[in-house]
């Protein structure tokens, strides 16, 4: 079983970096592989609501986007960590996001994810429930912690000593492993996941 571990931030080795460290060495401790996937710091488009993505399941702008769907499907599990900027995600995670989550369908249906933010001081909350929307649209288990996934601080050394958020990261980590056998030994069982509906949308402008 393997996780894949997103980080938004465009620092390769900051605050998030930090705290998806301490998620990866909980999961390498409960048995479960993990990578860490780097947005990084070249421009990235927001979605143009072109749809072509529906018919050919990756992006019509080929970039670091499906370079993640490119991995992805080999992945049974997702944590996406992006820092706080105006009490929001990044701009470049949110663009990734909504590429990714548009065109992502078929790879990310019903596999766990959870989602981490980084913050100096405030923001933390609003974010975190910003990245939770985009898992609760593509019949995602939601995997949480003990508190709100989130750590403090202005550089890597403040985010260890950042006690509480350091722990809340180690018990996300060993949820997710819990998580992940759960479904396994519910596979082994015969337990699959359930049939889809044919999606009705409703759109209230008559």
Known sequence: MKVLLVNGSPHAHGCTYTALQEIAQTLNQEGIES??????????????GC???????????????????NV??????????????FASANGAMIAFMDRVF????????????AAIVSCRRAGSTATFDQ?????????MPIVTSQYWNQVHG????????DLEGMQTMRSLGRNMAWI???IEAGRQSGILHPEHETQIKTNFAR
């Open 180 to 182: 992940l056998k759960c």
């Open 72 to 85: 992805a499907a080999s992945y049974d599990a997702y944590i996406f960590g992006a820092p706080v900027h």
């Open 131 to 139: 990245l939770n929307k985009y898992f609760a649209i593509r019949h």
């Open 154 to 161: 202005n550089t890597p050394e403040e985010v260890r000593r």
């Open 51 to 69: 749809g072509r993505c529906k018919d050919k399941g990756k992006c019509v702008m080929d970039d670091v986007v499906n370079e993640f769907l």
């Open 35 to 48: 990578t860490l996937f780097q947005v990084g710091t070249k421009p990235l488009s927001g979605c143009l």
């Open 102 to 113: 548009s065109a992502g369908k078929q790879v990310l249906t019903f596999k766990p994810a």
